[in-house]
């Protein structure tokens, strides 16, 4: 199985701030690398897809960038609604394996 | 709009059973794999089963698999999930998930939530 790493587990920030968060994974996974947004009680929702590729929807401060087994989740300037917990995503394998999370605090 | 209704949850015994159903709208339910993802409480996503479109294909994670049972009705726009022999590591938000496609979770449901517990 394909163990996913993200790094790091939390990070204060604050608004206008650029943050980055890693994600590694145990085996190249080419770039089927996916992030998803958690806020508190709702359901995950898609960021970026195939390492790079923007949700419709999704704001344009929000970028991913990586290949084989480091990837990495940009946000360019944090707004207030950007506070949640994020997580990577490996599509390589069928058994669709997660990070444990990153969560983003003020 | 797409929109994924999960539903089934509730209190179950250890060794107990219970079938979640997800009910889909908005899209052609037909055209798309789906997936069940869980969250225990306080804890990370755990990705749990996918089956694709015409049912030919079904993966479980090493975590439920041989205890859970993935299934989908086309003609009613509905995916399942079959749950046994329950686990207190079990209790978690469950969630359904529209594959996009390859893994690719593009919309969820808003989860519903399975307690194991005597």
């Known amino acids: 199985d394909i163990q996913m790493t993200q790094s790091p587990s939390s990070l204060s920030a604050s608004v206008g701030d650029r943050v980055s968060i890693t994600c590694r994974a145990s085996?190249?996974?080419?770039?089927?690398l996916n992030w998803y947004q958690q806020k508190p009680g709702k359901a995950p929702k898609l960021l970026i897809y195939?390492?790079?590729s923007l949700q419709s929807g999704v704001p344009s401060r929000f970028s991913g960038s990586g290949s084989g087994t480091d990837f990495t989740l940009t946000i360019s300037s944090l707004q207030p609604e950007d506070f949640a917990t994020y997580y990577c995503?490996?599509?390589?394998?069928?058994?669709?394996?997660f990070g444990q999370g990153t969560k983003l605090e003020i | 709009e797409v929109q994924l209704v999960e539903s089934g949850g509730g209190l179950v015994k250890p060794g107990g059973s219970v079938r979640l159903s997800c009910a889909a709208s908005g899209f052609t339910f037909s055209d798309y794999g789906m997936n069940w993802v869980r969250q225990a409480p306080g804890m990370g996503l755990e990705w749990v089963s996918f089956?694709?479109?015409?049912?030919?294909?079904?993966y479980y994670a090493d975590s439920v698999e041989g205890r859970f049972t993935v299934s989908r009705d086309n003609a009613k726009n509905s995916l399942y999930l079959q749950m046994n022999s329950l686990r207190a590591d079990d209790t978690a938000v469950y969630y359904c998930?529209?594959?996009?496609?390859?893994?690719?979770?593009?919309?969820w449901g808003q989860g519903t939530l399975v307690t194991v517990s005597s």
């Open positions: 089956i694709s479109t015409s049912s030919l294909h079904i």
């Open positions: 195939a390492a790079s």
């Open positions: 998930a529209r594959d996009f496609p390859s893994g690719i979770h593009d919309f």
């Open positions: 995503q490996q599509s390589y394998s069928t058994l669709y394996s």
């Open positions: 085996q190249s996974i080419t770039r089927h």
